[in-house]
């Protein structure tokens, strides 16, 4: 029997997991209010630094940046090294590809869903016996 009964991540509880979320859902809770008010943050500061907003905020860079990783939280230049596409290693500003390779990767699994499949008919063979048969419905 496996219950998926897990400790939280965030306080240490017991709980059963129902996602792929390592959080209780009150930890889920506050970690989602916690983006928010980052979020507010950095819209109400145009140009802050993912330290800045770490310390002014009272999160961990780690989590920034996951953000950041989720494409939630987007930097105001690209340019850090650490957020390059992870397909050609071009700068980004958030997620894990830059446009280029997401719409390359959309394009080839458009094209891939789309194709036609034509599937052919296997072709009877009859001889001059059967072709002059009489058939009934």
């Given amino acids: 029997m496996d219950f998926n009964i897990v400790n939280c991540r965030g306080c ?27 979020r507010q943050y950095i819209s109400e500061n145009k140009g802050v630094s993912i330290m800045q907003v770490s310390r002014e905020m009272d999160v961990s860079v780690d989590q920034i940046k996951a953000w ?14 650490e957020f390059c596409c992870l ?6 500003r958030s997620g894990k590809y830059c446009d280029h390779c997401k719409n390359r990767v959309l394009n080839t699994l458009n094209s891939a869903y789309h194709k036609e499949r034509v599937v052919e008919q296997p072709q009877r063979s009859y001889n001059n016996d059967e072709k002059n048969r009489m058939r009934f419905l």
């Fill in 12 to 38: 240490g509880s017991l709980f059963r997991r129902t996602s792929n979320n390592r959080l209780c859902p009150q930890c889920a809770k506050k970690l989602e209010e916690k983006y928010n008010e980052v």
């Fill in 68 to 81: 950041i990783r989720e494409d939630r939280l987007q930097l105001d230049e690209a340019g850090d090294p």
């Fill in 87 to 92: 397909q050609c290693g071009v700068p980004i």
